[in-house]
């Protein structure tokens, strides 16, 4: 699942970009233009920083989620959750979630930072035919 692009962020830094340049551009003499160089200088530095953050941490929140016939693994910043579809005892669903229940206590949440997407939809379909695979149920065609 790939994160939502990072749009405030980077309207953000446009902003304090156009705000550092106005700054710089400014004819004032005297103390007073340094000074308001100097802030546009900051401002524009700030600008480029928020904008290479905001590129650079969507990527490493990527989360890949892989499902086989014997189970899912999904592989996250905060580590691997791994199972088998024989341990899975239900599944929940709300827009933009997926939560996969194993027993009383163990659950493994699937979240799209988007809300309800066409890549949310065709998981829960993948996960729904493996699961139904895995108990032996299948559909019969007439």
């Known amino acids: 699942m790939t994160p939502r692009p990072p749009v405030r962020a980077l309207a953000l830094a446009a902003v304090l970009a156009i705000a550092g340049a106005v700054l710089i551009v400014v004819p004032v003499g005297g103390v007073g233009g340094i000074v308001l160089t100097v802030a546009g200088a900051v401002l524009l530095v ?3 920083a928020l904008g290479l953050v905001a590129f650079a941490v969507p990527r490493r929140q990527k ?3 892989r499902v086989d016939d014997e189970g899912y693994r ?3 910043p905060g580590g691997v959750r791994q199972g088998e579809w024989s341990a899975v005892t239900r599944v ?6 997926l939560t996969l229940h194993q027993g009383e206590r163990e659950r493994v949440h699937l979240v799209s930072p988007a ?5 949310m939809d065709a998981l829960g379909e993948a996960i729904s035919r493996h699961l139904d695979a895995n108990r032996g149920y299948r559909t019969f065609e007439g």
């Open 115 to 119: 809300g309800p997407t066409h890549e």
């Open 63 to 65: 989360v890949v989620i």
């Open 46 to 48: 700030c600008a480029l």
């Open 92 to 97: 929940t669903a709300s827009p933009g979630r």
């Open 74 to 76: 999904v592989e996250a």
